[in-house]
């Protein structure tokens, strides 16, 4: 017989294995899942500087360490939040350079 000594919202069976006591009786061990790496939304790489914790631990921690001093940080890769910026930089100087050109041809 075995006895179930700890109450757990979601009994998986993939993380369930037996075990005995010092004193002979069958108990149930409950192993805690396996962690993922956040991931960064655009190209899917895994995030640096944010531990690798499961959601409910992850819930529990200071903002300072679920997160990366920058714009986006905590959500997008260093790279991918630098393309960002340049990419916003270009369109806007593109558009200067239309509002130039049409200035230029409605003068002459």
């Given at each position: 017989?075995?006895?179930?000594?700890?109450?757990?919202?979601?009994?998986?069976?993939?993380?369930?294995?037996?075990?005995?006591?010092?004193?002979?009786?069958?108990?149930?061990?409950?192993?805690?899942?396996?962690?993922?790496?956040?991931?960064?939304?655009?190209?899917?790489?895994?995030?640096?500087?944010?531990?690798a914790?499961?959601?409910?631990k992850?819930?529990?921690?200071?903002?300072?360490?679920k997160?990366?001093?920058r714009?986006?940080?905590?959500?997008?890769?260093?790279?991918?939040?630098?393309?960002?910026?340049?990419?916003?930089?270009?369109?806007?100087?593109?558009?200067?350079v239309?509002?130039?050109?049409?200035?230029?041809?409605?003068?002459?």
């Open positions: 017989q075995i006895t179930d000594h700890d109450l757990m919202a979601k009994a998986v069976v993939s993380t369930q294995s037996t075990g005995k006591t010092p004193g002979g009786k069958l108990v149930i061990h409950y192993a805690t899942k396996k962690t993922q790496i956040s991931k960064c939304g655009d190209c899917k790489l895994g995030l640096r500087g944010i531990p914790v499961r959601p409910v992850l819930a529990s921690l200071s903002r300072r360490v997160k990366v001093n714009v986006y940080g905590g959500s997008k890769c260093g790279k991918c939040v630098r393309s960002r910026i340049i990419r916003a930089f270009l369109i806007e100087e593109q558009k200067i239309a509002k130039v050109l049409k200035a230029q041809a409605a003068k002459s």
